[in-house]
């Protein structure tokens, strides 16, 4: 069966343990707090050994299958837990999984965690692991949904605070989840326990501004048409000591890729090109927003105005370079852009 974290949790208290979990996704503090409750509950059970095997290009596979089919000699009740990083197998690697998924052993359970995850990654193993056990799929938590993830996180640990003061540990932990975490439970200990609902002037007091943003996660809001927070990223970014030189290649390459899309777009050849482009499954809606909002001469002059941003960040062109960032990213995010890019 294929779960969300959420319903993970209450099928894993109201069950015995399957015999075999696999738990995928991008957010490394929620595949790690998902795994960990498997051990738990598998420590509950009298799963006293546990074995970690970390696969990697060259990982022999018997290892795997000797390992299972060994006799403990410290404990009835095993635990194995696969370490997959890129969330691909291979074809040894896919077989070893669905014999095991077939015939599982007694008395084990078999945990794989994968820290890369889409569609494009399932397969017949992965189908065989839902068949026997559980699929745990974990997405990033996108930042729209971050205000009802602390509400929760918050509520988890006893803890109420006004919408004000939500948005405001919003704004102080947006881009690092596992900082996020790391607020609500100090807030649980600097609070004692406290029933009444923390308010926004306690928040600023009690939180630190944990905000990480890389170039990518700022390309993304500017992609999906969220400009207050792409210009509030880029602040970030600008204090946490970046320079304008280093984040335009990945700019560049960005908008020089959605221009190729979009006249690839005018032709009809849309889903062709984003496959040959290799746009990952989970960020081709936003791709489609963003063409969608621009016609291809905007794109092209955006392309235009990436060299001209460039030029100034090395010294070899007149005005702000950050100003004229800034600017960029707030046109991509508007469909208004004719308006807001300076001529």
């Known amino acids: 069966m294929e779960l969300r974290p959420a319903q993970f949790a209450r099928q894993l208290a109201s069950e015995p343990l399957r015999p075999v979990y696999l738990v995928a996704g991008g957010e490394p503090l929620l595949v790690l707090e998902a795994a960990d409750a498997v051990r738990a509950r598998a420590r509950e059970e009298g799963f006293g050994e546990r074995e970690v095997y970390d696969v990697d290009s060259d990982f022999d596979w018997n290892r795997l299958s000797q390992g299972l089919a060994s006799m403990s000699l410290f404990a009835s009740r095993r635990l194995f837990e696969l370490r997959l990083p890129t969330g691909k197998p291979g074809k040894e690697g896919s077989e070893a999984l669905r014999e095991y998924c077939d015939n599982p052993p007694p008395d084990t359970v078999l945990l ?22 559980h699929v745990v799929t974990i997405w990033p938590v996108k930042s729209h949904e971050l205000g009802d993830w602390l509400v929760q996180r918050l ?21 690092n989840l596992l900082a996020a975490a790391q607020e609500v439970d100090k807030l649980a200990l600097l609070t004692g326990g ?6 926004v002037e306690q928040m600023e007091r009690l939180v630190a501004n944990s905000s990480r943003f890389d170039v990518f996660t700022l390309m993304d809001a500017a992609l999906a048409g969220e400009s207050a927070r792409a210009v509030r990223m880029l602040a970030a970014l600008r204090a946490e000591g970046a320079q304008v030189a280093g984040l335009m290649p990945m700019v560049a390459k960005e908008v020089l ?15 062709a090109a984003m496959r040959d482009a290799h746009v990952w499954q989970n960020k081709q809606a936003a791709y489609r927003r963003a063409l969608e909002r621009h016609p291809t001469a905007r794109w092209e002059r955006f ?19 950050w100003l004229q960032l800034e600017r960029l990213l707030v046109a991509m995010a508007d469909g208004r852009a004719r308006t807001l890019l300076a001529s």
């Not at 509520?155 to 932990?173: E, F, H, I, Y």
């Not at 392309?303 to 370079?321: F, H, M, T």
């Open 112 to 133: 794989v965690t994968c820290q890369e995850w889409s569609k494009k990654h399932a397969g017949k193993w992965s189908e065989a692991i839902a068949r026997a056990g």
């Open 194 to 199: 406290s029933r009444e609902a923390i308010d």
């Open 303 to 321: 392309v235009a105005e990436c060299g001209r941003i460039d030029r100034s960040a090395k010294g070899r062109g007149d005005g702000d370079p």
């Open 155 to 175: 509520r988890s640990r006893g803890l109420l605070a006004t919408p004000d003061a939500v948005q405001r540990l919003c704004d102080r932990v947006e881009g």
């Open 257 to 271: 890729g959605l221009c190729a899309l979009a006249r690839a777009s005018e032709g009809g050849r849309m889903a």
